[in-house]
């Protein structure tokens, strides 16, 4: 069926990296752009980035840039979402979102999410 | 990149209709028909309730509509039932990228 897995639960240092994987089953992975967004405890939904996994032409949100990269292997159909110089306000969880179409900005397909602690 | 302004919470009783605002600028959510809300229950995804400002995906209750008036956008919740009990969050568009409200909690008395 259609889905999106996603790596598992991840503890890292502060100054750390994590790079989260996606992998897409079900459908085309190359016909739907694929969207990050986090969710830290108890707060709200936050856009991270966009990758379309046919070129692998990124853009990412402001507050990330620099310290994001999305990335994917078509071979696997597998979507990677890493984010450099970890601090404790980055523990969310991390959720890949598909588009209801192609290049859609609404997301009918979600991940379940990886949650990424960052702690000493 | 400011995200969208909801009301923290909103409640009502069974069978009764509520409304969540979303209010954003003319270079987001008055700028473009490409608002979309989503119904989160605790510990799980969001849930796809409307798209295009008013259009309903399949499986989801005629119960729930969207509209929009300038910077607002609203979604209603008709004939509330208990199993609607959730955090609601907009979403917009903006111009390549994407930004969502801060979330309303529901709550059904």
């Known amino acids: 069926q259609v889905q999106l897995v996603q790596s598992g639960a991840e503890v890292k240092k502060p100054g750390a990296s994590v790079k989260v994987s996606c992998k897409a089953s079900?459908?085309?992975?190359?016909?739907?752009?694929m969207h990050w967004v986090r969710q830290a405890p108890g707060q709200g939904l936050e856009w991270m980035g966009i990758?379309?996994?046919?070129?692998?032409?990124?853009s990412y949100a402001q507050k990330f840039q620099g310290r994001v990269t999305m990335t994917r292997d078509t071979s696997t159909s597998t979507v990677y979402m890493e984010l450099s110089s970890l601090r404790s306000e980055d523990t969310a969880v991390y959720y890949c979102?598909?588009?209801?179409?192609?290049?859609?900005?609404?997301?009918?397909?979600w991940g379940r999410g990886t949650l990424v602690t960052v702690s000493s | 990149q400011s995200a969208l302004t909801q009301p923290r919470s909103v409640s009502g009783s069974p069978g009764q209709s509520v409304t969540i605002s979303c209010t954003g600028t003319?270079?987001?959510?008055?700028?473009?028909?490409?608002v979309s809300w989503y119904q989160q229950h605790p510990g799980k995804a969001p849930k796809l309730m409307i798209y295009?400002?008013?259009k309903r995906p399949s499986g989801v209750p005629d119960r729930f509509s969207g509209s929009k008036s300038g910077n607002t956008a609203s979604l209603t919740i008709s004939g509330l039932q208990a199993e609607d009990e959730a955090d609601y969050y907009c979403?917009?568009?903006?111009?390549?990228?994407?930004?969502f409200g801060g979330g309303t909690k529901l709550t059904v008395l």
């Open positions: 079900g459908y085309t992975f190359t016909s739907y752009y």
């Open positions: 295009d400002v008013s």
């Open positions: 979102a598909r588009p209801g179409y192609s290049s859609g900005w609404y997301f009918d397909l």
């Open positions: 979403c917009s568009y903006a111009g390549s990228y994407v930004v």
């Open positions: 990758i379309n996994p046919s070129g692998g032409s990124t």
């Open positions: 003319s270079s987001d959510v008055g700028g473009y028909n490409y």
